[in-house]
């Protein structure tokens, strides 16, 4: 048996003892993660440094004080979230007890991405531990010292058999997609979602997958200029553009470009300082591959600001590219790295056109001062979250379910959102075996009498 064989089996032995079902056991598990992050902050922030160059506060800032958001909500609602949930009858069982029952799904495979590699390995396993599941978490290999640290203290919080860390990249993740799951919940890119779901479909397993894609963003011309660029240079450039939601690209009608690089120039100084290579709030680009990558995606655009790098540093500075036509390389793929291109668009209707040419996105933002602007960017385009006058910060919100639609992703979780999904909600319908009569026009033979007709 290989090593994520015997995780898998473990972990399904564990589930069939039925201690994970136990609303007191679920709750001692969620205390013990808790008591995980006041009590190894530093080794948590430590690999995280190692991997992304981030700093400390922005650790707890972008990571752990979700994730102890999230533990504290459920910890706080379970009995309530796990309590059966009546339902409205209708007149043939008006007198019977009829509900929804939150039930385990059973064994969940966590599949992490590394961009931000505690919050999304450890917010689904919240939700898989709330919802009573067994739960083999399996941290991106990407983030070598995180998926380390997980491996080496989860171990040490909660019980090890039920949710067991198995680390690796491709092929090992692939040895565990050959096995039989109840759930599967990834994230990552949209290229391996495929693969995901076509392992997932050999067992008909469910999934939920957690993509990504070009989020846009729609700055109007009736807008506080300052305050939106700052919004937005916040949003691209905070782990160095490696999120999953970070505004991919602006569009702008052309008369506002100069003034539109002018702010978000100004923000990226303030923030960074004149050398942001030395500031300990910016990030690297995880590794060579991908700071190839995003280098490639500069080839035919023009720089307005920044572009400067250093592979040997893995850093690329906080760019602008102006001008830029749909067939750039830069539009082509998600860019998850620190450049923001601007396309110029004539106004609010080719915006709309443009986004919805595209794929929908995780991620939609729109900045205008103009309520019907915002409302019709709201009605005319989907995307898995849309956002007006700011960035990011849906993602903090426990009740906003976060997940994309189409090609950015399917499911959702966040808050109650992660324990429904992770469930299984089971109709149940509790009769008496009494009043028969009730029942006698629904038994053949079928007659007009029967019915009173
Ligand atoms: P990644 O390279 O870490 O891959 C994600 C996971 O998939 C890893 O655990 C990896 O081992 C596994 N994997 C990779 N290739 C595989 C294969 N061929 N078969 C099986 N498993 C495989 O991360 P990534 O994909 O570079 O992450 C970035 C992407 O994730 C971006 O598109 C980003 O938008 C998206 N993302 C989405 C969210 C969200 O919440 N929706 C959050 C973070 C990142």
Redesign the pocket.
């Known amino acids: 048996m290989s090593r994520e064989q015997q995780a898998v089996a473990r972990a399904r032995k564990a589930f069939e003892t039925g201690r994970s079902k136990s609303l007191e056991y679920r709750i001692l598990q969620l205390k013990n993660l808790q008591r995980l992050f006041t009590e190894r902050q530093s080794a948590v922030s430590d690999a995280i440094k190692k991997d992304l160059n981030k700093s400390e506060v922005g650790t707890q800032l972008y990571e752990t004080l979700g994730l102890e958001g999230e533990l504290s909500l459920a910890i706080k609602k379970l009995k309530e979230w796990a309590a059966p949930r009546p339902v409205e009858k209708n007149l043939m069982t008006i007198s019977d007890t009829v509900y929804v029952k939150p039930e385990p799904l059973g064994v969940v495979l966590i599949?992490?991405?590394?961009?931000?590699p505690w919050a999304?390995t450890i917010q689904p396993l919240i939700g898989a531990i709330a919802a009573g599941n067994a739960a083999v978490v399996?941290?991106?290999?990407?983030c070598v010292h995180t998926a380390k640290a997980m491996e080496d203290l989860l171990p040490l919080y909660i019980d090890k058999e039920l949710y067991p860390v198995v680390t690796g990249?491709?092929p090992e993740?692939?040895e565990l997609?050959r096995q039989r799951f109840d759930h599967i919940f990834?994230?990552?890119?949209?290229m391996?979602g495929k693969?995901?779901m076509e392992a997932a479909a050999k067992h008909l397993t469910p999934v939920t997958l957690?993509?990504?894609?070009k989020s846009p963003c729609y700055i109007d011309k009736d807008c506080d200029l300052s305050i939106a660029c700052r919004r937005v240079a916040w949003g691209k450039y905070t782990n160095c553009g490696q999120t999953?939601i970070a505004p991919d690209y602006i569009l702008c009608e052309p008369s506002i470009q100069d003034r539109v690089i002018e702010e978000v120039t100004k923000s990226i100084k303030e923030f960074y300082t004149d050398n942001p290579k030395t500031c300990p709030d910016y990030g690297r680009i995880i590794n060579q591959r991908h700071f190839k990558r995003i280098m490639n995606m500069l080839e035919d655009s023009t720089i307005a600001e920044g572009g400067d790098n250093d592979e040997s540093d893995s850093f690329i500075a906080p760019t602008i590219l102006r001008d830029v036509k749909p067939e750039a390389k830069v539009m082509q793929e998600?860019i998850?790295g620190p450049l923001l291109p601007i396309l110029p668009v004539n106004g609010l209707d080719e915006a709309i056109k443009f986004i919805n040419k595209g794929e929908k996105p995780?991620a939609l933002y729109v900045f205008s001062s103009d309520k019907k602007v915002i409302k019709r960017m709201t009605d005319e385009t989907s995307s898995g979250g849309l956002l007006a006058n700011d960035c990011l910060v849906h993602y903090s919100v426990s009740s906003l379910p976060?997940g994309?639609v189409g090609n950015s992703?399917m499911g959702c979780y966040h808050g109650k959102f992660s324990f429904d999904q992770l469930s299984h909600l089971r109709s149940c319908l509790i009769k008496q075996l009494k009043m028969e009569g009730v029942n006698s026009m629904r038994y053949p033979p079928h007659t007009l009498k029967k019915l009173g007709w």
């Open positions: 599949i992490g991405a590394w961009n931000y999304v399996k941290p991106s290999e990407v990249g491709v993740t692939q997609l990834y994230t990552g890119n949209s391996v693969l995901i957690e993509l990504g894609g999953c998600e998850f995780l976060f994309g992703g």
